[in-house]
């Protein structure tokens, strides 16, 4: 019989060596101050970024649902009150999961039968749109499935509120969709504007990341600087609440002065601080003007 060895247990702290600044995690998720064993990362902090690392792997991968996504969304009573029709089922020109990561071309298009369809939409549509609402898988259908419906629904309750009416176009669930396929949505339907709710590339601490990408007058060919941008919406980012805001006043201001992207300026924050309305100069720039 083999001698019996015992291992003594020794705590994190007679192991690792930590770093002075250990105490900064407490402001972040970024992997600062690992600390040390020996010349190695400690084994709790290597499995962590393992764990992260497949998480955000499989974020990429794992396909959306889409059938029981537009399900759940068709009962939602926001959607069922302030949109014309139920959502929408479209694809983009990438037929699978392969083809939409070896192929970015692909799936900023609709597929040809797609467009028709949306185009007979806008067609029986008695009055124009003002805003279409896509929801594309991108590169997290975790960060839709998680978190699309909860935004869409705020959204839509937000804009019931304004004093001017919207008149929002069926909600296009796009699968296989990288943000561009919203201008061949906008187009197709001849919407005013296009909200583009997608998944965005998964980081080692953000699997789930949620991205709104607003454009005035969209259509395909559109450039990404006509394009206003929200990212990091999630729970542990930029919260529900505090992204749709900013949404909402992007929407209105984007209709306001008929423009969007980099002549669109998220000033949102600062009029809560001064609490007027800032003037209508968006297209100066700070650094010239």
């Not at 015992?6 to 970024?30: C, G, M, Y």
């Amino acid at each position: 019989m083999g001698k019996v060895v015992s291992i003594e247990k020794h705590s994190d702290d007679k192991v690792v060596t930590q770093n002075p600044w250990h105490e900064l995690r407490n402001f972040t998720s970024a992997r600062i101050a690992l600390g040390r064993s020996g010349n190695s990362v400690p084994t709790k902090e290597l499995l962590s970024f393992q764990l992260d690392h497949a998480q955000a792997m499989d974020a990429v991968h794992c396909a959306l649902d889409i059938d029981a996504f537009i399900e759940n969304l068709s009962h939602s009573n926001s959607v069922i009150q302030h949109t014309s029709q139920p959502p929408i089922k479209a694809q983009s020109k990438a037929a699978d999961r392969f083809m939409y990561l070896q192929r970015p071309d692909l799936g900023r298009q609709l597929d040809d039968a797609c467009w028709r369809h949306i185009q007979a939409i806008h067609r029986s549509a008695s009055t124009p749109f003002d805003l279409a609402i896509v929801v594309a898988d991108g590169l997290s259908s975790v960060a839709i499935q998680n978190h699309a419906k909860p935004v869409i629904e705020y959204l839509l309750s937000s804009l019931k509120e304004d004093e001017r009416p919207w008149r929002v176009a069926p909600i296009t669930v796009v699968n296989q969709g990288r943000v561009a396929v919203g201008d061949d949505v906008g187009e197709c339907l001849q919407a005013q504007m296009v909200l583009v709710l997608i998944g965005e590339r998964p980081g080692l601490t953000s699997p789930d990341s949620m991205g709104i990408y607003l454009t005035w007058h969209a259509r395909r060919g559109s450039k990404d600087s006509d394009r206003n941008c929200i990212s990091n919406i999630r729970p542990q980012g930029l919260g529900y609440e505090d992204a749709c805001q900013r949404a909402i006043y992007l929407l209105k201001e984007a209709r306001r002065l008929e423009l969007s992207g980099i002549n669109l300026k998220d000033r949102s924050s600062i009029e809560e601080e001064v609490g007027d309305q800032l003037d209508d100069k968006h297209i100066s720039n700070f650094l010239i003007g």
